[in-house]
């Protein structure tokens, strides 16, 4: 029998809310209901996970780190990356690529 030891709910994040569930007393998970779930992420008590998401052909859109704290990469047209935010949507990082128009003789 499994029980359910701690739950905690954290931010509502572009209408996506966390919530983290310590499960105790058993070797298998059964997920149910009526509820729309983005991300499942399972791993023993004191370990830590980082999970990406992935645009083919594009690079890395997300990351979640060990902490649960969540990193946004955008890209232009052209695949390279042009902004890093956080899941405040706050810029962390931007690149402005300019290129030297060539010289003419």
Do not use: C, F
Not at 15 to 39: H, L
Not at 73 to 81: A, Q, T, V
């Amino acid at each position: 029998m499994s029980n359910v030891s701690t739950t905690q709910q954290g931010a509502t994040i572009n209408g996506w809310t966390y919530t983290e569930k310590v499960v105790t007393g058993t070797t298998t998970v059964t997920i149910s209901g009526t509820a729309v779930i983005d991300e499942v992420r399972l791993y023993p008590l004191g370990a830590q996970m980082v999970s990406y998401t992935y645009t083919p052909l594009a690079g890395m859109t997300s990351q979640v780190d060990a902490s649960s704290k969540i990193t946004y990469y955008e890209y232009d047209k052209l695949g390279r990356l042009v902004r890093v935010k956080d899941q405040d949507g706050r810029i962390l990082k931007q690149h402005d690529y300019q290129y030297q128009k060539p010289v003419t003789q």
